[in-house]
């Protein structure tokens, strides 16, 4: 059984169109075979009234006719129409018997012709009309018969169930252009619900089309109910996992204050293992906060906004830093250029790359854009630091997987903002830059697709 429900509809069409069709040459065969046998028999019964209104009974008890039936074939021999009176004492027959003698009958009565299927004097099968009449109304009964052969028939059957067989398989043809046609059109609703559900995977917040269709009702009004289901979980798990990271804040600065408090202490060797874990622990909980952005932020429309501004804006907070004041920031981006992202969500992507790279870069980190008219299809940031390995690049952005054991010191900056990419609608890729450190680019292709 194929797969394809398209390809079952029209293969179980097809086939029922076929039977029925079948069935239809079959009954319409039989039909026409039997309303021409009606016909010969009428044509015959009608030439043995002619017989026997001229036919009468001499003195001497034989058969006189006074008029044979007019039809030409009667007086050819073997010609397959045939007539023969069979009385007491003579036997009158047609020339086209010639010879040859058509069978008695005892089962012939004189209220009504009857029909039967006998061998023919010069022909397999034939077709056989017979009555019994008085030619005088005192006078002894004759058996008057008349036959005609069934080839004709035959034939002519042949003949009509291949004509028939011909307009039957074009109509055939036509019925299953017209199911093909049946079939897309009762699919379509269900190509809507395949497009509404892929817009349903890229934002979860849209919904399916319940009214569309009556039949496909349930199941788009079931597919919005899982969607709102799962939405509600989803959203339940984030502020859980929010309010949890937000709680574990006020206990992490305090156990800070203890680790500096055992510093002044002397306890150094201490110090430093709980500011290990300390940093693990803060590590984790801004890694959860940025998760729960980025869920929020895949969950909003798209928006436009400038690039250039918020870079900027970025770069003039870290130039006040400890480690950015020393770096040299090189800006390539066109002042008109606009990211298909909301402001706030760029500057929080743009952020946590631009931090990352400030943290790492001995003098420069650079930035440039391409752009399509003032769209911003991609985003490349450089460095010059120490960067991480080749072997190690496609290991970094692995799912679940902890950015800070593949060397170089790119550890939860990047797994923010790779989180944050995807959250609005880009793909972050690495490679090594020439300016000997990391090389971060993000692609927004569907900003490429609609130039």
Known sequence: MPRSLRLRLLLGAAIAFFLALAAAWVAMTLLFERHIERRIEADLQREGLQLAAGMKIAADGTLQLSRQPADARFFEPASGLYWQVTGPRSTLRSRSLWDQELPASATAEGGAWSTRIVEGPFEPRLLLVERRIRPDRHGETVLLQL???????????????????????????????????????????????????????????????????????????????????????????????????????????????????????????????????????????ESELARSRASAIQGAPPRNCPALPAIEAIIGVLERTEFGAKLIFETDVSEAAHVPVAEEDFMELMGALLENAARFARRRVRIAGCCHDTALEALIIEDDGPGIESEHLSKVLMRGGRLDEVGGGHGLGLAIAHDLAEATRGTMSLSRSELGGLKITIVWPHVQADA
Request: charged share 25%; proline share 3%.
């Open 147 to 285: 036959g005609h052969e069934e080839k004709t028939l035959q034939t002519a059957r042949a003949e009509f169930g291949a004509e028939l067989a011909v307009f039957l398989a074009l109509l055939w043809t036509i019925l299953a252009a017209a199911s093909w046609v049946q079939v897309e059109l009762g699919l379509r609703p269900l190509l809507s619900i395949r497009r509404e559900v892929e817009a349903l995977q890229r934002n979860p917040h849209a919904r399916l089309d319940a009214s569309s269709v009556l039949e496909i009702e349930p199941l788009t009004r079931a597919i919005n109910d899982l969607a709102d289901a799962r939405a509600h979980d989803l959203a339940r798990a984030r502020r859980r996992a929010a309010d949890l990271a937000h709680g574990l804040k006020t206990p992490l600065a305090a156990l800070s204050a203890q680790s500096r408090r055992a510093r002044e202490a002397g306890a150094a060797e201490a110090a430093d293992g709980l500011d290990r874990a300390i940093a693990a622990a803060t590590a984790a909980v």
